[in-house]
């Protein structure tokens, strides 16, 4: 081409890039900003708040960072495996320190959950062997797309009914007896996203037997851990799945039972058959995450664990955590004390729930009333303060009642 010469169907670079939609419960925050109603509520973004609606640093933190200004003399690089001290210490809390003994269990720091399962997904498509992963609806809207843009196949089946409010686990286990030797299976280890509808123990207990008998491989996302029913009952089922097969993927992240959202702290933990195997998986991770992130943020993590080597800060983690705890299972049994429709609440754990609405009448309450959640129902328990969590209840028990009485 002539220099300076300009062509008449010559393609711009970014011409060729496709329009996308914004993630639309990341478009609330927006939404809810704009909104000049005083009484507006957003139970729409997952994040903790306490009785007045703020979103508070804990404690520990504030201090963990006072002694990290304090102590802290450097900020050279770590290395793509992040704060190893950290993901040992986190390792503990996951899995228990008999399950954590196993040496065929490795792990690295990660930039938050979704950094921990985008490499997990990454690294099940560096194994080969083009597996499927088998995957509960609804679930977690990132969850697809970590999973898709690996280059991995999903089987989707029925976890949830809203109208009933309860677990389809017969779905669960038809679904998978389908698979193949090798295939995975999503799961979310405690305080299920969106619809706070946990697998109980029994039925932890039936499906982890038949992953293992089947040669099935689960990747577990534990994302609230100690925000359900403690930091030992939420692990359990995690831990008896692991403990029970040779193969196993657990994404795991502090942004929740730690408040540390912005600074995205997470891991990946591997359990593979041997030691080989293991080696193999930390070296592929390594090469992974370098090409990722190169390495992780140190920040967040270098407070998780001086909070977690400190005795006094762990105390007070510890306690911090029943207080959110405690916080968010009172805010369920005050929607469920409110109103017959919403009764099922308090049957459930973590910062989720669903409502039984459609996207027009979840439409509806927030042109009416101000409440900011997604299409789907979903709603952030804990994002509701005790001054409007009985106006929250009954106008959502008025629009349950509502569109059953228009069926």
Known sequence: MTEGLIVADEVKLFDRLKPQQPDALLALIGLYAADPRPTK???????????????????????????????????????????????????????????????????IQTPGGCGALRLGAELIKLAGGNPRIFVGQPTWPNHQPLLSVAGLETVDYAYYEKASHLVLFDSLMAAIEDARRGDLILLHGCCHNPTGADLTLEQWDSLSRFVADRGLIPFIDLAYQGLGNGLEADAAGTRMMVERVDQALVAQSCDKNFGLYRDRVGALFIKAPGKAAAEAAYGNLMSAARTNWSMPPD????????????????????????????????????????????????????????????????????????????????????GLSDENVDRFAAAAAAKITQAAELV
């Open 41 to 107: 509520i957003d139970v729409g973004v997952g994040v903790y708040k306490d009785a007045v609606g703020n979103t508070p640093i804990l404690r520990s933190v504030k201090k963990a960072e006072r002694i990290l200004l304090d102590t802290q003399d450097t900020k050279s690089y770590l290395g793509s495996d992040g704060d190893v001290r950290f993901t040992a210490l986190i390792k503990d809390i996951v899995f228990g320190p008999t399950i954590a003994a196993d040496p065929n269990i490795i792990g």
């Open 299 to 382: 920040h967040g993590a270098a407070l998780v664990r001086i909070i977690l080597d400190t005795p006094e800060l762990n105390a007070d983690w510890h306690a911090e955590l029943v207080e959110m705890l405690t916080r968010i299972r009172s805010l369920r049994a005050r929607l469920a004390a409110a109103d017959p429709s919403l009764a099922y609440i308090d049957e459930q754990n973590g910062m989720f729930s669903m409502l039984p609405l459609s996207p027009e009448a979840v439409l509806e309450l927030r042109k009416d009333e101000g409440f900011y959640m997604a299409a789907s129902g979903r709603f952030n328990v804990a």
